[in-house]
Nanobody, 117 residues
Framework: VQLVESGGGLVQPGGSLRLSCAVSGIASRFYTMNWYRQAPGKERELVATRTSGGVTDYADSVKDRFTISRDIAKNTAYLGMNRLKPEDTAIYFC????????????WGQGTQVTVSS
């Protein structure tokens, strides 16, 4: 199983980015997809979740600005980020998660997002 993030970069405050997480080796549609981020000196935090049933949830700090989605045909998850703020600067990781009995808990290598003028 492999997860590969892309789409990070440098963006000005107020700008937008869309991160992608290409999944291989497993059918992601059967599992929960998560996006986490980790800023320098801080713990990794859960940003957005999308279950296999399509239920989504977001951290309060990104609610109404970020959108998690998936393309089943491409086996890819996305994180759309709008109205970006400097405090959104972090390395963003995608994660695929199954139930405890599934043994499914895999991570990508991360992609850097920097919000700065």
């Amino acid at each position: 199983v492999q997860l590969v993030e892309s789409g990070g970069g440098l963006v000005q405050p107020g700008g937008s980015l869309r991160l992608s997480c290409a999944v291989s080796g497993i059918a992601s549609r059967f599992y929960t997809m998560n996006w986490y981020r980790q800023a320098p000196g801080k713990e990794r935090e859960l940003v957005a979740t999308r279950t296999s049933g399509g239920v989504t949830d977001y951290a309060d700090s990104v609610k109404d600005r970020f959108t998690i989605s998936r393309d089943i045909a491409k086996n890819t998850a996305y994180l759309g980020m709008n109205r970006l703020k400097p405090e959104d600067t972090a390395i963003y990781f995608c994660n695929i998660l199954g139930g405890p009995e599934s043994g499914v808990n895999y991570w990508g290598q991360g992609t850097q997002v920097t919000v700065s003028s």
